[in-house]
């Protein structure tokens, strides 16, 4: 089943779609329906449904958020509803970050050819619990990075605006006009049995490399280690931040003095302040929220 969210890359997939089609029919040689989300959240119910009725692959045809929704749909209350099932996507989003650290093809053709031969990696999940805009508690699973703090607000802020052109310059834009003016704030952070409270400009759960169009703030993430690797950038001035965008695009930064790194298998914080999380290039709630690592939860095609 491939789940299609027409309005990804800034609605250039739904506009596409009938070349896009062609391609997937030429790389996959096999039959497969297609269904389309009409709303947020609708690929989250549509994939669930399908594993419902016995579809084992679930193909995700969108960005970072379609996939995100996509690896909430095979699970209900917490369970998966198949252990059996597989997700593949096929990335054509603002982000597009989640199969930079796949290595995965972007076009359809190759993406599909990929499918076809079908070979599977179990990988970890992500769950977070966290208070939602509207003051409730809420939780959802993430397969690549969340987070909270300057990466919230930049989601924000690039979910607010146009995308026209392309991921990696929504997300530039949306950073370099955010730089100037954003404060940060004093957080109190667990890391597994390790606590902690500091100002922090922003703070990554990772399972993946990449996030906000290309910047790589976990270069040495692995997606089935069963631990997140953790970073947050501590109390960096304006002239700070602007000298370390380009390590911190690249994944070179770690060393800097106002950055520190972890590994664990879960993340507790709170704040005083409101603090924004994202999860997978979403903007879901904010502070407090808890990260947990759930090892080798679901079964992706590679």
């Known amino acids: 089943?491939?789940?299609?969210?027409?309005?990804?890359?800034?609605?250039?997939t739904g506009k596409n779609w009938s070349r896009i089609n062609q391609e997937i029919e030429r790389g996959l040689r096999a039959d497969y329906d297609v269904r389309f989300t009409e709303r947020h959240g609708h690929c989250t119910s549509l994939a669930g449904e399908a594993i419902k009725d016995g579809y084992e692959l679930i193909v995700a045809v969108g960005g970072d958020g379609t996939i995100n929704e996509a690896v909430n749909g095979f699970f209900d209350k917490g369970e998966p509803l198949n252990p059996e099932a597989a997700l593949a996507v096929m990335s054509i989003g603002t982000g597009s970050d989640f199969v930079k650290t796949l290595e995965f093809p972007t076009t359809p053709f190759e993406a599909a050819e990929r499918i076809r031969a079908g070979k599977v990696w179990t990988v970890d999940l992500g769950k977070c619990s966290f208070v939602s805009l509207d003051g409730e508690q809420r939780s959802r699973f993430f397969i690549n990075i969340a987070g909270f703090g300057f990466e919230g607000?930049?989601?924000?802020?690039v979910n607010r605006t146009t995308k026209a052109f392309g991921g990696p310059v929504s997300f530039l834009w949306a950073i370099l006009t955010m730089l100037p003016t954003y404060n940060n704030k004093l957080t109190k952070y667990q890391i597994d049995d390790s606590p902690g409270e500091e100002k922090v400009l922003l703070f990554v759960v990772a399972n993946g490399r990449y996030f906000a169009g290309g910047l790589k703030p976990t270069p040495d993430a692995q997606l089935d280690d069963g631990v997140f690797d953790i970073v947050s950038l501590g109390d960096l001035g304006f002239l700070e931040r602007i000298s370390n965008l380009g390590k911190f695009r690249k994944g070179t930064y770690l060393e800097e003095p106002k950055v520190s790194f972890w590994r664990g298998r879960t993340v507790v914080a709170s704040s005083e302040e409101t603090q924004l999380v994202e999860m997978d290039g979403e903007l879901v709630g904010q502070l407090p929220a808890r990260f947990e690592m759930l090892p080798k939860a679901m079964k992706l095609i590679v």
């Not at 089943?1 to 250039?12: C, L, R, T, W």
Request: aromatic share 6%; net charge positive.
């Open 1 to 12: 089943m491939f789940i299609v969210n027409p309005k990804s890359a800034n609605g250039a």
């Open 153 to 157: 607000a930049v989601v924000d802020k």
